[in-house]
């Protein structure tokens, strides 16, 4: 509920609010994600995003170029997800993961047009307003910008990870992507989601003009089934992966 009010705020005051009349017929869609709605922390940011809206009665679809998730048994009517009420629009959802990198690479490329074709037809059904996108790729950020500016909505980024500061991302190709990303991506998109206090600053380094609206923690403690001890002092909870 309250990222759905600071997230309308957001557009309002941004001016990002360019088709909807009122806020109930605000209309988002969800770009970039391509891991598994359940098996990937993308995917399950995702749905917390998409069910936060749609609990005030924002449409979201979020449009996943993940490979077909029939193996691992979950369950969908359509495009539509049982129990959640996400319009989940898959533009490979009858596609298995190939083996061969070659083809699987190629593929890759190949549903970005496949996307784009999705994206004119919710276009033509709802009018977007603004699409929430999460990437790390310069070349997928000129894309969706491309995308956006042809359907005339906005693209607000979510800022999760400084590629620079990782050492991991030590191949030259990489350590390109994150040059151009981070000097250009900022001025391009038309407002920011960062996580972070230092991801904000980041930002405003860059593009000192941008909206930026920093996004609170979303977890859903219906799926914490024990009952936490009531402590009488201050303790630290700490969710996530053991890896970090």
Same mark, same amino acid.
């Given at each position: 509920?309250? @990222?759905?009010?600071?997230?309308?705020?957001?557009?309002?005051?941004?001016?990002?609010?360019?088709n909807s009349k009122y806020i109930n017929t605000l209309?988002?869609?969800y770009l970039g994600s391509s891991g598994s709605l359940f098996g990937s922390a993308s995917g399950l940011k995702a749905r917390l995003i998409a069910r936060a809206l749609i609990a005030e009665n924002v449409n979201v679809t979020i449009v996943s170029k993940s490979w077909n998730d029939s193996n691992k048994g979950?369950?969908?009517?359509?495009?539509?997800?049982?129990?959640?009420?996400?319009?989940?629009c898959r533009v490979a959802s009858e596609l298995?993961?190939?083996?061969?990198?070659?083809?699987r690479n190629l593929l890759k490329y190949l549903?970005?047009?496949?996307? @784009?074709?999705?994206?004119?037809?919710?276009?033509?059904l709802m009018s977007i307003d603004a699409g929430i996108l999460v990437t790390r790729s310069f070349i997928s950020m000129l894309f969706y910008r491309f995308v956006s500016k042809i359907l005339c909505f906005s693209l607000v980024i979510n800022y999760m990870e400084y590629g620079s500061a990782m050492v991991t991302r030590?191949?030259?190709?990489?350590?390109?992507?994150?040059?151009?990303?981070?000097?250009?991506?900022?001025?391009?998109?038309?407002?920011?989601?960062?996580?972070?206090?230092?991801?904000?600053?980041?930002?405003?380094?860059?593009?000192?003009?941008?909206?930026?609206?920093?996004?609170?923690?979303?977890?859903?403690?219906?799926?914490?089934?024990?009952?936490?001890?009531?402590?009488?002092?201050?303790? @630290?909870?700490?969710?996530?992966a053991a890896a970090f």
């Amino acid at each position: 509920y309250c @990222f759905k009010i600071y997230f309308i705020l957001f557009l309002q005051l941004t001016n990002l609010m360019t088709n909807s009349k009122y806020i109930n017929t605000l209309n988002i869609v969800y770009l970039g994600s391509s891991g598994s709605l359940f098996g990937s922390a993308s995917g399950l940011k995702a749905r917390l995003i998409a069910r936060a809206l749609i609990a005030e009665n924002v449409n979201v679809t979020i449009v996943s170029k993940s490979w077909n998730d029939s193996n691992k048994g979950i369950s969908f009517v359509g495009d539509t997800l049982e129990n959640e009420g996400i319009a989940y629009c898959r533009v490979a959802s009858e596609l298995s993961r190939p083996s061969n990198i070659v083809k699987r690479n190629l593929l890759k490329y190949l549903l970005f047009i496949r996307e @784009f074709t999705e994206l004119k037809r919710i276009n033509k059904l709802m009018s977007i307003d603004a699409g929430i996108l999460v990437t790390r790729s310069f070349i997928s950020m000129l894309f969706y910008r491309f995308v956006s500016k042809i359907l005339c909505f906005s693209l607000v980024i979510n800022y999760m990870e400084y590629g620079s500061a990782m050492v991991t991302r030590n191949k030259f190709s990489q350590k390109v992507n994150d040059y151009f990303y981070e000097r250009f991506t900022f001025k391009l998109v038309d407002a920011a989601l960062p996580i972070s206090e230092v991801l904000k600053n980041l930002i405003l380094n860059v593009n000192r003009g941008l909206p930026v609206l920093k996004t609170p923690v979303l977890v859903d403690m219906n799926c914490f089934q024990k009952d936490l001890p009531k402590w009488d002092y201050k303790y @630290f909870l700490f969710c996530g992966a053991a890896a970090f």
